[in-house]
Each structure stands twice: as structure tokens, then as C-alpha cells.
């Protein structure tokens, strides 16, 4: 069975950084391509980020280029998304999903359950 | 503002039809596979439909989803309580170089 388990979430600063991580299990990890997809309180979902199975390409949302940067471990099954200059509207519920071949498309399955991020002084 | 358009809710009662309308573009919808996913309240999205009409195993057949130009649909055949979720679109953009999605349709069973 695949699972994805987000950390890493918690309340920051403005202007800090978080680390997320994404652990992932039961399949073939760098197959895949990996995205990050945000709801803030309330809201619609926002993509964030997505990389390749080999992590030789990335993608960002204009909203956290330049900001965020995501990367993977495929020796650990894991996939990471560092956030620095945090904003307030960065604040989000972050999921991590797989997604179903080895490039960024959308078709994201499945889902993990999501960590909090709170951005506030 | 999402790029692709969705109506912000949708309703119907037990057993009705019901669709939700999904526009894009011709860098989005217009040259790429349309996705559609289903949020129930408190949980994660769950993929309901891919490549604009294909149904993942376990998704039920009332379940449909069809693309024509520049947008999409997805509808619901005898509507059950338990399909009264967030309903979202999505499709990679050329032009964005990244993965769009629709803002959203809320989905009342009356």
C-alpha cells in the first residue's frame, strides 16, 4: 500500500524558514515524480512545487519561486520542500502527492494527510 | 483568482444528475489531461478522474468526467449524501510551466 507521511510543520516567523519532509512507502519511489500542494484556511488548493523521479527537473508556483526550494532522497524514500523568507500567506495546510508517472502532470495519487504550516509573529 | 474556472457550488437531491463545468485555456485544458479530485470535509483530495475521463479502480462508474476544447466537465449520477464534498479540477499549464487548479466546487445534496 502506498503512504505518504508529511512533518516537518509548525508556526514560524515572518521571514523564517521550515524544512517539510515527505516519507514515503510502498513503491518504487524514484519512479515517481513528487508534488507539494497548499490549502490555506478555508481555501481551494494551490500546487507548489513538483521534481521528477530523478529530481533532475522542478517546477514552481510563481507565488514561491525564488523562496521555496524542492528536492528528494531517493536513497530515503523521501521528499523535502525547503521554505525560507516565509509570509503570512504562506500559511497552509502542505500535502505531499505522488504523482502517476515520472513527470509533473497533476494526476496526483495518492495524497499524504497533510502538515500544518502557520506563519505568524 | 484560479485559472481555470469553476462555479463556486453546485447542488442537487438524492438519485438527480448533477455536472460542474471546468474552463481553461488552450495552454492548459486545450493540450493537456484534465484531473478531477474530491475533498471530502477534514480529509485529504482523493483522485476521482484522470487523463479527462478515466476512472481510478475503487472510484464508482456514477462518476464520469469528458473534455471538449478548452474545458471539462465532470458529472454525478444518482447523487448519494455521501458524495457532498469539494470537488477541484486541475490540469498542467505550458504557458505556467507548472500544475493549475480550479478554485473549487462545492457540492450540497439537498
Known amino acids: 500500500e502506498v503512504e505518504l507521511l508529511e512533518s516537518g510543520g509548525g508556526l514560524e516567523q515572518p521571514g523564517g524558514s521550515l524544512r517539510l519532509s515527505c516519507a514515503a512507502s510502498?513503491?518504487?519511489?524514484?519512479?515517481?515524480?513528487m508534488s507539494w500542494v497548499r490549502q490555506a484556511p478555508g481555501k481551494g488548493l494551490e500546487w507548489v512545487s513538483g521534481?521528477?523521479?530523478?529530481?533532475?527537473?522542478?517546477y514552481y508556483a510563481d507565488s514561491v519561486k525564488g523562496r521555496f526550494t524542492i528536492s528528494r532522497d531517493n536513497s530515503k524514500n523521501t521528499l523535502y520542500l525547503q521554505m525560507n523568507s516565509l509570509r503570512a500567506e504562506d500559511t497552509a495546510v502542505y500535502f505531499c502527492?505522488?504523482?502517476?508517472?515520472?513527470?509533473?502532470?497533476?494526476?496526483?495519487?495518492?495524497w499524504g494527510q497533510g502538515t500544518l504550516v502557520t506563519v505568524s509573529s | 483568482q484560479s485559472v481555470l474556472t469553476q462555479p463556486p457550488s453546485a447542488s442537487g437531491t438524492p438519485g438527480q444528475r448533477v455536472t460542474i463545468s471546468c474552463s481553461g485555456s488552450?495552454?492548459?485544458?486545450?493540450?493537456?489531461?484534465v484531473y478531477w479530485y474530491q475533498q471530502l470535509p477534514g480529509t485529504a483530495p482523493k483522485l476521482l478522474i484522470h487523463?479527462?475521463?478515466q476512472r481510478p479502480s475503487g472510484v464508482p462508474d456514477r462518476f464520469s468526467g469528458s473534455k471538449s476544447g478548452t474545458s471539462a466537465s465532470l458529472a454525478i449520477s444518482g447523487l448519494r449524501s455521501e458524495d457532498e464534498a469539494d470537488y477541484y479540477c486541475a490540469a498542467w499549464d505550458d504557458s505556467l510551466s507548472g500544475v493549475v487548479f480550479g478554485g473549487g466546487t462545492k457540492l450540497t445534496v439537498l
Open positions: 510502498g513503491f518504487s519511489f524514484s519512479s515517481y515524480a
Open positions: 487523463r479527462n475521463n
Open positions: 488552450s495552454s492548459n485544458i486545450g493540450s493537456n489531461s
Open positions: 521534481i521528477s523521479g530523478s529530481g533532475g527537473s522542478t
Open positions: 502527492a505522488k504523482e502517476g508517472w515520472n513527470y509533473v502532470g497533476g494526476m496526483f495519487d495518492p
